[in-house]
């Protein structure tokens, strides 16, 4: 559930839950999409979550994908934990677990009405049985660590029983001191959980069994207030030497709260109320940021672009040239050559026939230069500097693209120009194909806050996507239409004609008009996931480029699909209302994005200090 859905559409929905209803609907949801076959797959192609290698770390031998953690307070009965494996994070806190059913937890309480945290709520705890049986079904993906509460022998025992399917355990001063007593060395590394009052007496007390310690956030204070108390806990425990590793819990609303946390000198931070405040997203964003901070001028550009860029001026110009060929003759001789008639005959029988064919010709000119702007700007904006999300883009449209090709078993006319123009296409792709090979450059972002400006840009953001699968689902229909019934009811109306009254008059004209309109759907198809996937994975602050992209890329296709409509009379309301939503999905998703991907960052207090502490 990326941002741009839970923002807009299923927080609205979940806020006339109960808190603890509308929690464990959401993770039971996620965790069935997580489990099924191709599950995690759809997560990241929705959501682009994975943090790659740039962030890797390793604590207590532990390879730990990022600095982020999910606090146990956000998924008390294990519930969700299978799709938070896939969700962006680098550790996951499960607990407190005990061996009674007696003991309770506190989960925030949240309005989400008024996107507010107004108090807690208390949960039972897992018993140990319970917890074995939930870990016991978890495809595990991340390090787990674990709370746990009760006695010294109760710890023996839950240890002995964890020990498997965990890699650390948290637990507190009065169970720390027990381990002490008995002289327990643990099969896991331990992490003391300490309130920020009890520092003082933590720091006089030497010889604890712990490997790393956990700040806790307080009962009650602000988020700002927590944030402030963490970072002056950590400053405190390393003005006395502290040298093992820091973990922090809650303080974090916004990736800025979390960036400071980690310059503050936080090996770990645990987001608690603030992911649902902030979104689902928030893991991402941070390690965004984070990686924006590191980035560096890159040493060297990616040689490979330029033939991902000729792959896609060579398809607008093809469009340029298919749209010519729609503008004058309409049909190639190689076309009259197959109907065994020339255009005057044609025209003759009925002068609708060869505007019709212009009219998919034309509209698939469009959506070639389309294409070929889209591509040309991913391999100049993305490929050229190493981003991985970019060629994955172009690399999946273009291998739809290229076997759209094939419909024309379904038609049976097979358009040699066609063919060519794919075999001129198919080299300089190949080409770069191979020679961006590994390139695995994860996105950095600017975007520091959950600002007004990053709000409104999530409903475009939503559009954009509304609008990928539109022309997706469009494309599909169209090659369908193309390759079955060729005709809908409109297109005989504007023709006054039935199928079989074309082909009493010609049996190849029908396959002709067939290899079009498959061949528009599956234009379609490629350049609706090229909008789709730009969308999903390329919207980040202050992008300016997949701003324009998005709007120059539009151009052609919707510029034919209007103007050849009206060129030759085809003005059936029903026929035009698809690209008439489309330009509404188009115009929304333009208007409120323009702010947040051509934003003009402000030099806050805030924002120097971040910069001051890069060096």
Known sequence: MPDWSYHTIFKPMLSKLPSKVSREFIHSSMNIISTMPFGPNLIEFLGHLNSGSSLENEIHNLKIKNQIGLASKIDPYLSGTNAFMNLGFGVIEIGPISIHDTTTSKSPLIDLKSNQLIGTEENKVLTLVQTVNKLSKIHKKLPIFARIVGSFDEFKMIESRLSDFVDLFIIDLTLSGDLVKNNWVSTKPICLSIYSDETDVFLLQENYPFDSILIEELPIATDLEQKNNLINTIHKLKSNQFEKPIFTKGGVVEPIDAIELIDSGASLVFLTHGYVLSGPGLPKRINEAVLHRRKKAMTSLNEGWIWYFLFGLFMFLGGLLALFISLTSILLPYDEHFLTINRQLILQFNDRILPFMSHDRMTLSGTIMSGGILFMSLARNGIKHHYHWAK?????????????????????????????????????????????????????????????????????????????????????????????????????????????????????????????????????????????????????????????????????????????????????FYHLLPPIIASLFLLIGVSTTYKFLNFTKKRTSNNINLELNKF
């Open 392 to 572: 994955k883009a172009t690399d999946t449209s273009a291998f739809v693209g290229f076997l759209a090709i094939f419909l024309f078993i379904g038609y049976g006319y097979f358009d040699w120009l066609h063919a060519l123009f794919w075999i001129v296409l198919l080299i300089p792709f190949l080409i770069g194909l191979f020679k961006t090979r590994g390139i695995n450059r994860s996105p950095e972002s600017e975007n520091l806050t959950n600002n007004s400006v990053w709000k409104m840009s999530l409903i475009g953001q939503l559009f954009f996507i509304i609008l990928g699968f539109s022309i997706i689902i469009g494309g599909c229909i169209i090659s369908f239409v193309g390759v079955t019934t060729t005709f809908v009811k409109t297109d005989l109306n504007y023709l006054c004609m039935s199928p079989s009254g074309l082909n009493a008059f010609n049996q190849q004209l029908i396959p002709v008009i067939s290899h079009d309109r498959a061949g528009f759907g599956g234009g379609l198809v490629s350049v609706g996931l090229l909008v789709l996937m730009i969308s999903l994975w390329g919207f980040r602050q202050n992008q300016k480029w997949i701003w324009w992209t998005l709007v120059f890329g539009s151009f052609p296709a919707f510029i034919t699909a209007f103007a050849v409509h009206f060129m030759i009379g085809y003005t059936d």
